[in-house]
């Protein structure tokens, strides 16, 4: 009733905060009866304290007071004086870099703060107050004794590349895959991976674990006082360190230190069909290395085996290829090695009837674990171009222009081109479904982006 306007006007001083959670609020709904928002119920409440107190929230008229999660009445002799629509921004920024740290006293830092425009005598503790109230409505930070304290960082569920570091850091000596499988399911008995070959990405990307010859073996870089590397490597090590051919035994005594599974006949194969051709095998039964060059008395080099690698061989460098450019081998490529891999796997696959059984499950668990990777170039290159674009998007909350250059001009010319394709039906289904996606992240980057920052989704 019109007559009861002064109630409300005179129950709020000229000095009150009042935020929407406010007991006066409460007490307001359960004396009308009323059911609306407790923010619309405020901003009612601001026409009639106009002159004394000014209004930050969702109704706001300012385009810069809807980032409020709440809704509040400041006085106006506050407001007026310090922005507290930029404090909240810079806030904002804080949180983002996980820097709230840098707020060391909170009157202090508005002291120094660019939000200040009408500094008075006597208005510090007030603005003070005001902050204090936003960063615990806002942003859930306490103040105490004028200092913000900082949460404590979340506890995050262990990464499985750090489990296995862990995990033989703990051994202290080199392990077979199945072996840390079996330490990786005890410490996270929930995670996905159901075999031990889904480690073997993780091993081949971790910076601080290498493997110890071919036979499914890892250890930690750091250990030097365990030989890594191939029993190749070791071979090549040792010849380098002569300056004339060794004689097999002596190179396999070598060996043996570091490899005592192997054997003399083992090695002498390995030199002989090394694919790489870095051996030279001389007539007197004496092998070198063939970048190396020894006197004449050694005689000429005889004729080295056969150039292909064994199967378990190039099975890992098709793998070790793929967890580093996380896309099977494209046929067009100016890197030899690659075009290469996609050669021999072509031909595993063209040929798998007539692989061993063991080497079908091989080609078998290659489809299955990496059946989301892009296998062919198009594909590859349309998925890195959707990428780009989700993070021009998110970076600059608007699509790319087409008076652009660059980078931005190049994105603008594709989404045309993916727009045409889509609307032409020329996209495969899983193209259509992330096009759609993007459409409509499109129409609210910003809400996008707050998403990406709060974890929600990922890119």
């Not at 904002?92 to 939000?115: F, K, T």
């Amino acid at each position: 009733m019109k007559e009861e306007c002064s109630f409300y006007q005179h129950s709020i001083k000229e000095d009150d905060i009042i935020w929407q959670d406010d007991d006066r609020i409460s007490a307001l709904i359960e004396r009308e009866n009323i059911h609306f928002t407790r923010a619309f119920i405020l901003k009612i409440l601001s026409l009639f304290t106009d002159s004394t107190h000014i209004y930050m929230g969702s109704f706001a008229i300012r385009e810069n007071d809807k980032t409020w999660k709440n809704s509040v009445l400041i006085p106006a002799g506050l407001a007026e004086s310090f922005n507290f629509n930029r404090f909240i921004t810079d806030i904002n920024h804080l949180v983002s870099i996980s820097r709230i740290d840098l707020i060391s006293h909170l009157g202090v830092y508005l002291l120094s703060s660019p939000g200040w425009q009408k500094y008075k005598d006597g208005i510090l503790e007030g603005v003070i107050k005001v902050a204090s109230d936003i960063l615990e409505h806002e942003f859930g930070l306490a103040t105490v004794s004028g200092k913000v304290i900082t949460p404590p960082p979340p506890v995050l569920p262990k990464q499985p590349s750090d489990v296995i570091y862990e995990i033989l850091k703990q051994q202290g000596t080199p392990m077979h895959i199945d072996d840390i499988f079996t330490e990786f399911k005890k410490i996270l008995p929930e995670h996905k991976y159901t075999s031990s070959k889904q480690l073997r990405p993780l091993l081949y990307q971790h910076d601080l674990i290498t493997h110890k010859g071919r036979k499914s073996m890892y250890m930690l870089k750091e250990w030097k006082h365990i030989k890594s590397g191939t029993i190749r490597e070791t071979i090549i090590e040792f010849l380098n360190a002569h300056d004339s051919p060794r004689a097999v035994g002596e190179i396999t005594d070598h060996v043996l230190q570091y490899f005592p599974e192997t054997n003399i006949n083992s090695i002498r194969t390995s030199m002989i069909k090394d694919s790489k051709k870095r051996f030279k095998q001389y007539k007197n039964g004496c092998f070198g290395l063939s970048n190396k060059t020894y006197p004449d008395k050694t005689g000429d080099p005889a004729t080295l085996g056969i150039s292909n690698k064994p199967f378990d061989e190039r099975l890992a460098d098709l793998e070790k290829f793929i967890s580093q450019n996380w896309h099977f081998p494209f046929s067009a490529s100016t890197d030899q090695n690659e075009t290469s891999l996609y050669r021999w796997w072509r031909l595993q696959c063209i040929n798998f009837d007539q692989l061993t059984e063991g080497q079908k499950s091989e080609v078998e668990r290659i489809k299955d674990q990496y059946a989301d990777i892009d296998t062919e170039k198009k594909v590859y290159e349309w998925n890195s171009k959707y990428n780009m674009l989700i993070n021009f998007l998110s970076d600059n909350q608007r699509m790319p222009s087409s008076g652009s250059i660059g980078l931005e001009k190049m994105l603008y010319d594709w989404y045309s081109r993916a727009k045409n394709d889509f609307k032409t039906n020329r996209l495969n289904d899983e193209q259509k479904k992330k096009y759609l996606k993007f459409e409509k992240l499109a129409k609210n980057p910003y809400s996008f982006t707050s998403t990406i920052l709060n974890g929600r989704i990922s890119k």
